[in-house]
């Protein structure tokens, strides 16, 4: 089993295309539901580019849209977290209810064929999954069957009762495959990361791919502060497991060579603010170790220098699933 074509990390085209065949039509991890517990208050954030944003409705619904004003297409609402009443499009002031509805389109003049009600807003897809909200603007299945096989490996663990501390987003100059094929594979931890080499059995190192999901384990030793397990799903999100918590990530690509890591970290007592602190420190620290490797890879890609090279059998079984997953997609036009 060969590594993926260069092609695929380098082309501006294969961004578009998997934006529109990945990532438009898969379910996307938006964050904690605990953001979204009161009435206005809404999360927008980007999928690869496109913008969208979830609100809390005063019927108390969640209701999801493209964040875009059908006016002249401009941004509605800032990235982020925050509260509204009726969403006031900063270009022109045309306002929208938080079902979608345009309320005003004030000094736009007489016009005998506009009708308020023929311009709502685009809506998109959501779901809540124990406690995690997620996204899809077109999906081509329901969110428990992209979930795959992680609704069995989560069942005994109690995700919904950790409570959301911080955010944190990470950037950095690769495509974002490239770093998912990194995520994906035990195989770089002893050049990469000695202190995380030190601290588990490498030699019982296991990764298997299964539906939705590829699974990393290892036995660890005195001093790691995971669990000895980490998740990665389909597409492009994370789960990995530690004591008293947990950290989710989505891979969020910004353009064909620039992606956004968007960590959200959940304890089981956000009152021991030095063990959090200290946690998610070490965590981002070994997040940030596999940067620089991921950008001179693409640099290596990105000219010609590189040709496909060989899988392991034994530690890449998660870059050949990955790989094969965006493969079919891309050719499922």
């Given at each position: 089993?060969?590594?993926?074509?260069?092609?695929?990390?380098?082309?501006?085209?294969?961004?578009?295309?998997?934006?529109?065949r990945i990532f438009a039509k898969?379910?996307?991890?938006?964050?904690?539901?605990?953001?979204?517990?009161?009435?206005?208050?809404?999360?927008?954030?980007?999928?690869?580019?496109?913008?969208?944003?979830?609100?809390?409705?005063?019927?108390?619904?969640?209701?999801?849209?493209?964040?875009?004003?059908?006016?002249?297409?401009?941004?509605?609402?800032?990235?982020?977290?925050?509260?509204?009443?009726?969403?006031?499009?900063?270009?022109h002031n045309w306002a929208y209810?938080?079902?979608?509805?345009?309320?005003?389109?004030?000094?736009?003049?007489?016009?005998?064929?506009?009708?308020?009600?023929?311009?709502?807003?685009?809506?998109?897809?959501?779901?809540?999954?124990?406690?995690?909200?997620?996204?899809?603007?077109?999906?081509d299945r329901d969110l428990e069957?992209?979930?795959?096989?992680?609704?069995?490996?989560?069942?005994?663990?109690?995700?919904?009762?950790?409570?959301?501390?911080?955010?944190?987003?990470?950037?950095?100059?690769?495509?974002?495959?490239?770093?998912?094929?990194?995520?994906?594979?035990?195989?770089?931890?002893?050049?990469?990361?000695?202190?995380?080499?030190?601290?588990?059995?490498?030699?019982?190192?296991?990764?298997?791919?299964?539906?939705?999901?590829?699974?990393?384990?290892?036995?660890?030793?005195?001093?790691?502060?995971?669990?000895?397990?980490?998740?990665?799903?389909?597409?492009?999100?994370?789960?990995?497991?530690?004591?008293?918590?947990?950290?989710?990530?989505?891979?969020?690509?910004?353009?064909?060579?620039?992606?956004?890591?968007?960590?959200?970290?959940?304890?089981?007592?956000?009152?021991?603010?030095?063990?959090?602190?200290?946690?998610?420190?070490?965590?981002?620290?070994?997040?940030?170790?596999?940067?620089?490797?991921?950008?001179?890879?693409?640099?290596?890609?990105?000219?010609?220098?590189?040709?496909?090279?060989?899988?392991?059998?034994?530690?890449?079984?998660?870059?050949?699933?990955?790989?094969?997953?965006?493969?079919?997609?891309?050719?499922?036009?």
């Open positions: 089993m060969l590594n993926l074509d260069p092609a695929f990390y380098t082309a501006p085209g294969t961004f578009i295309d998997e934006r529109d898969t379910w996307q991890l938006l964050g904690p539901v605990s953001r979204l517990n009161e009435r206005g208050a809404y999360t927008a954030a980007e999928i690869a580019g496109l913008k969208i944003f979830v609100v809390r409705g005063r019927d108390e619904a969640l209701r999801g849209f493209r964040n875009v004003c059908r006016h002249r297409g401009a941004r509605l609402l800032p990235e982020g977290n925050g509260r509204c009443g009726p969403i006031r499009c900063p270009y209810d938080d079902e979608g509805r345009l309320l005003a389109a004030p000094w736009f003049g007489e016009d005998a064929v506009f009708r308020k009600e023929d311009w709502p807003l685009k809506p998109i897809n959501v779901r809540e999954w124990r406690g995690l909200v997620f996204v899809a603007i077109a999906p069957h992209q979930l795959g096989d992680l609704i069995t490996e989560l069942a005994d663990e109690p995700i919904e009762s950790y409570q959301a501390v911080r955010e944190e987003r990470l950037a950095f100059d690769a495509n974002w495959k490239i770093y998912t094929d990194n995520f994906v594979e035990g195989y770089h931890i002893p050049g990469i990361h000695p202190k995380f080499f030190a601290a588990i059995d490498f030699k019982q190192f296991s990764t298997t791919a299964h539906d939705g999901l590829v699974r990393m384990t290892a036995p660890p030793r005195e001093g790691l502060f995971y669990r000895g397990k980490w998740l990665w799903m389909w597409p492009n999100w994370t789960l990995s497991l530690f004591a008293g918590g947990m950290n989710t990530s989505r891979i969020n690509p910004l353009d064909h060579q620039r992606t956004e890591l968007i960590y959200n970290f959940y304890f089981s007592d956000p009152s021991d603010h030095s063990a959090i602190e200290d946690t998610i420190a070490r965590n981002l620290a070994v997040v940030r170790e596999d940067f620089e490797i991921c950008l001179e890879t693409h640099k290596n890609y990105a000219t010609g220098a590189y040709t496909a090279g060989p899988l392991s059998p034994r530690h890449e079984e998660g870059v050949r699933y990955f790989q094969d997953k965006v493969k079919e997609s891309l050719a499922a036009a």
